[in-house]
């Protein structure tokens, strides 16, 4: 089969035949149709610190996706030959604390696929049927191909009661992006976003935001003035992974306010600690979706009206897929789907 493969120690993807792979009797396969481009990816395209030490070349990755399943593994059940799905990217042990104790996102033994283990810029992926999300009907296979990274926004978003709330969102990426919608789908007051890209600011304004706020232009405080707000905000999503951005937010919160924090910050990112402490923050790291209540939430909010399709801006046949990495590292996109034109 082909599949988009890291077969150098290098900048780039290499479209490549390799063996389709093996399916054990409690995995399926299933044909991919569409595979969108996630950030990751394009540190894996980038080759940078991080994909050296982590990425086994070589291999194909990508790990959002739909498709149909086209074979089913002896001991599955509840699948069959024709569903379409899309997949948890984070292959579980099942054996640990928190696996038996339902809490599948904190297993310590977590595997990525397309990161640890071949993924779905493939013509094929083989999963366990425990990881499947049966996709329902009337919902696209577009956004069914971008529920991994909306499972990420829904995580977060969905990690505090924001009924009523303002909410801060620090980094309008795509994940950003759709929490902004998230927020105001749940009930949130103001929903404020920040990010120094003009691009995705203006997606995230089309996306229902209450103020998309270009830090390199204006300042926070200010937007919570005109607002009338006047102790801060109750409910921030880290969503860039910007040391500067984290540290406005906590300048930013009202007092007991509540942080989920998604974007990846350095180590050695430095915080006023005492900020933290007399404002009576709380913390809250995030890691994936929670299997699989945060699934079916966010099948459900679309269902009851929820719209992310706008996050979708770029389409390209997988054979266009330079250009696909390249209009994403642009930084003038939101999501870009591959698709395989079955
Ligand atoms: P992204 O890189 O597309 O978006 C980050 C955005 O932050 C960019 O638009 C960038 O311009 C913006 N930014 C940069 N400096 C800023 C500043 N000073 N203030 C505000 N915004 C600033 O990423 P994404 O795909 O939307 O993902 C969001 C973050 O979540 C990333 O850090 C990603 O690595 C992380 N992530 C974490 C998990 C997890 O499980 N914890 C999963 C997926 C992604
Ligand atoms: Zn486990």
């Known amino acids: 089969m082909r599949a988009l493969v890291k077969s150098r120690r290098e900048p780039g993807l290499w479209m490549e035949d390799v063996p ?59 699948y069959k030959v024709g569903d379409r799905v899309s997949g948890e990217g984070h292959i579980v042990c099942g054996h640990c604390r928190n696996c038996r104790a339902g809490k599948r996102h904190l297993c310590p033994n977590t595997r990525g696929v397309g990161v640890n283990r071949p993924g779905s810029f493939a013509e094929y992926l083989s999963l366990p049927a425990t990881n499947l999300f049966k996709v329902p009907d009337g919902i696209s296979d577009d956004l069914a191909s971008i529920f991994d990274p909306y499972g990420n926004a829904a995580h977060t978003a969905l990690s505090f009661d924001m009924v009523g709330e303002d909410v801060l969102i620090t980094g309008a990426g795509p994940i950003g992006i759709m929490a902004v919608a998230i927020a105001k789908h749940v009930g949130a007051r103001n929903v404020v976003i920040t990010d120094v890209n003009p691009y995705r600011l203006d997606l995230a304004r089309r996306m229902g935001a209450t103020r998309a706020v270009d830090v390199s232009r204006e300042k926070l405080a200010d937007v919570e003035k005109e607002l009338g707000m006047t102790e801060g905000f109750d409910v921030g999503m880290e969503m860039s992974g910007n040391a500067s951005a984290f540290r406005g937010m906590i300048d930013s919160m009202a007092n007991g306010g509540r942080i989920a924090m998604l974007g990846i910050l350095g180590e050695d990112v430095a915080v006023d600690w005492g900020k933290v402490i007399f404002k009576g923050l709380f913390l809250k790291g995030i890691y994936g979706r929670e299997m699989f209540e945060t699934w079916y939430k966010m099948a459900a909010m679309i269902q009851g009206g929820l719209d992310i399709s706008p996050i979708i801006t770029h389409h390209f046949p997988i054979e266009d897929f330079r250009q696909g990495f390249e209009v994403m590292g642009s930084g003038k996109s939101g999501k870009v789907i591959l698709d395989w034109g079955v």
């Open 20 to 78: 389709m792979p093996e399916t054990g009797p409690n995995d399926v396969l299933i044909r991919i149709h569409k595979s969108a481009i996630c950030g990751t990816d394009m540190h894996i395209w980038n080759w940078d610190a991080w994909s050296q030490k982590t990425i086994p070349v070589p291999m194909h990755v990508g790990h959002e996706y739909v498709g149909i399943i086209e074979k089913v593994g002896d001991e599955v059940e509840g």
